[in-house]
Every structure is written in C-alpha cells, then in structure tokens.
C-alpha cells in the first residue's frame, strides 16, 4: 500500500519528467478531490498543492466551507469540472475559481447575470463534446467558435481554452488531437484562450503531449473513491 503522499510524489515526479522530455512547462495540476472527504483535500493542501477538482456543487460547497478556519489554508483553487445545471450556478459562484464545464447557452445566460456583481472574472473553459452522443456534456464542435466570440465579448467571464474528456474506452489519441486542433483555431482569434484542461489518472502522461495546460487526475493520487 503505498501513501497519498507517495502516489501524489511519484505522479508529479512522472509528469516532470515526460515535460523535460518534452521540452515544455509544467502544467496546472489539479488534483480531483470528488468522492473523498474532506480531510483529504486537507492532507493535499498541506503537502503542498493549490489546485482541487470537484464535479458536484452540492458536495463542493459544504467541502469548501468546512475546508480552511479563517485566515488557515489560503491561496486554494477550486475547480468546478462537472456539468453544471444552471439553478446550482449561485451555490457554484461561492467557491469556484474557475469552471471546466461551460458548454451550452442556457449556462451562459445564467452565468451572465449571476457574476454582473463580480470584481474579477470567473475563469472559465469551453467543454468540448468529443463524442457522437449530443447528450453527453458539452459543445458540439462546429458551434465552438460562436460560442467562443459570445463568451469572450463577457466582461465577468476569462476565457480559459478548451476541456475535454477523451475516450475513456477507446483511444484518447484521436480524440486529444480533435480538442488539440480546435484550440489552435481557438487561439487565433483569441490569443489568451490558449490553455488546455484534458488528461486524467488513465491518460495524463498522453494528454501532456498534446499541450495539456491542466490536468485534472483523481484516483491516480487519490486512491479509489469510496464515500
Ligand atoms: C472524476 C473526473 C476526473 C478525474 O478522473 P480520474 O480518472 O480519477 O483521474 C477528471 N475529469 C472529470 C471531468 C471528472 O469528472
């Protein structure tokens, strides 16, 4: 059995590597805390990461709040990277710093009139549906781009890039190159819309070579989850 420190040091360890081997920089590591109590997100905190992942509002928020006393544990990022429903929009403004998941207008709409109070913008990434099944979350590719300009043209909204979830039967090879080649197109026409939120405890080494700028691995470091 090895420990949660362990597995956390070993995976950095390895994505340092393929990186150097790669010639590139460092990704965002997110670690995804979903499932897990919230001690866990504690223990990782203390070992020194910054940046967690959630996919529920309903069990974010409270991890959030009972997350850090006053003025304890500062400078943590929540990351919101499941689907989003548009009435949990005001419970997710509580505790994200950024939000994987924005793939649809209604969720625009909704986004817009709930951050019109905010200082400084909510980041966000424009899920990208790699599948054939339109049920699955996100955006269809060939509406990205319009989606894209109307989200960008949004004062309380920063414009992240692209998130995806590759296949997580098949092959992500295809499916990292489809999401890698929309964000190029992507950053044509905006230049800081360039990061790149794909890559997980199965692919994540993959991902890397594809310009990964976030990872976002559970089970990888976390063990399985059970609660
Ligand atoms: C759970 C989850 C992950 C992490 O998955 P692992 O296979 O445990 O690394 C990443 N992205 C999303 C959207 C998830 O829901």
Not at 24 to 47: G, S
Request: proline share 4%; net charge negative; charged share 25%.
């Amino acid at each position: 059995m090895t420990s949660l420190a362990e597995r956390l040091a070993q995976t950095r360890a390895q994505i340092t590597e393929e990186c150097s081997r790669l010639n590139r920089a460092e990704p965002v590591l997110i670690v995804v805390t979903k499932n897990h109590p919230v001690t866990l997100a504690q223990e990782l905190f203390d070992l020194g990461e910054r940046d967690f992942g959630e996919n529920r509002v309903q069990e974010a928020l409270p991890k959030f709040l009972e997350f850090s006393e006053p003025g304890d544990r500062l400078g943590a990022n929540w990351h919101l990277i499941g689907q989003l429903q548009t009435n949990k929009v005001k419970q997710a403004l509580e505790f994200a710093t950024s939000l994987h998941s924005l793939d649809r207008q209604s969720l625009l709409d909704e986004l817009i009139k709930r951050t019109s109070e905010r200082d400084h913008p909510l980041e966000v990434f424009l899920q990208v549906n790699l599948t054939e099944d339109p049920n699955r979350g996100g955006v269809e590719p060939a509406d990205l781009f319009d989606f894209a300009a109307q989200v960008a043209n949004v004062k309380t909204l920063k414009l992240e890039g692209l998130m995806a979830v590759a296949s997580l039967s098949g092959d992500p090879e295809p499916d990292f190159e489809t999401v890698a080649s929309l964000s190029q197109k992507l950053v044509s026409d905006h230049p800081s819309a360039n990061k790149l939120s794909i890559g997980m405890s199965g692919d994540y080494l993959l991902a890397l070579s594809y310009g990964a700028t976030h990872l976002r691995i559970g089970t990888a470091i976390t063990g399985n989850r059970n609660i």
